[in-house]
């Protein structure tokens, strides 16, 4: 399609409608996310997120997918944000930084936000710059926007990581750093503090690892109630063999795959007559076992 004869003022008027289509679709996409997430379609599909789904199957950039996501959780509070979106009163990036910093408030004071106020907020932000937001919200809220994590990888494969701490986070950073001083020979140095703390968490933590004590493996949290333990080294075994969520869409083949908050579950439920043998378990992430169960609890109702 070329352009170069269309006149000055057509061109104006075609972009503005343009834009005006893509607020729309924008809206309708939002409706649809909304829902996605309150079916949690996501999981059924094999994703362990709505953000795992919206960048691995619908395609967005991480930042993209975030925004969305934000927008769509507002909106469940209070829907006018859509319409705000579609009239192009406010924006994508707007609404997501609100979202965020309601988020903050809402961790810091330990209170919820009400809807009234999420609402007036979004009132005050229509037609105003992203900077004035930046400070409308701020002011509004009373909290400091911390800066995003950046992570960038660098083509020997390392990393260069820069992080906000709060005052009281980066006291107990320099805390546990003074406490390691006589471990590591370098003891000042960030990278070597890090790693051997991983180190120690990996050798407590990881459940796919080889571990010869057996106090080093907690009982799985089991959403089945099973009062029967499963043995600690049939735990062992389980999370050696499937190392990841086992969870796998019927229809496309998708595995979760998800190495986040792994518990044991058992694919025929304890109430329904499974046992604790090797064969009957697998792994699956917090978000699938939760839904597994949600969906068996819910057939076994039918
Ligand atoms: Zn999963």
Request: proline content about 2%.
């Amino acid at each position: 399609m070329s352009l170069q004869k269309v006149t000055n003022q057509n061109l104006d008027a075609n972009l503005k409608s343009l834009v005006a289509s893509e607020r729309e679709i924008l809206a309708e996409i939002l409706i649809h996310i909304v829902e996605v997430e309150r079916r949690k379609l996501y999981l059924k599909l094999g994703f362990s997120s709505l953000f795992d789904y919206l960048t691995k199957s619908i395609g967005y950039a991480n930042g993209s997918a975030q925004r969305r996501i934000d927008a769509a959780r507002l909106s469940f509070d209070v829907p006018e944000v859509i319409d705000k979106l579609e009239s192009g009163e406010i924006n994508l990036a707007q609404v997501s930084l609100l979202q965020k910093s309601i988020r903050e408030k809402q961790v810091i004071s330990k209170t919820k936000i009400d809807v009234q106020s999420k609402l007036d907020l979004i009132e005050q932000l229509a037609n105003k710059s992203f900077s004035e937001s930046e400070v409308l919200v701020t002011r509004a809220l009373d909290i400091q926007l911390k800066e995003q994590i950046k992570t960038n990888h660098q083509k020997d494969e390392s990393v260069r990581l820069e992080i906000t701490f709060s005052k009281a986070q980066w006291q107990k950073l320099m805390k546990m750093r003074e406490l390691l001083s006589n471990s590591l020979p370098n003891g000042s140095n960030w990278d070597q503090v890090l790693e051997y703390v991983s180190d120690k968490i990996i050798q407590q933590k990881d459940k796919t690892r080889v571990v010869s004590r057996s106090s080093t493996v907690k009982e799985p949290k089991s959403s089945q109630g099973a009062r029967q333990a499963i043995p600690v080294n049939v735990q062992r075994q389980i999370f050696r063999r499937d190392q990841c969520c086992q969870y796998k869409d019927k229809h496309s083949g998708k595995q979760c795959g998800s190495t986040w908050r792994l518990e044991i579950d058992h694919i025929q439920p304890i109430w329904s007559g499974g046992s604790n043998k090797l064969e009957n378990l697998r792994v699956l992430c917090a978000s699938h076992n939760r839904e597994v169960y949600r969906w068996q609890a819910n057939l076994s109702q039918v």
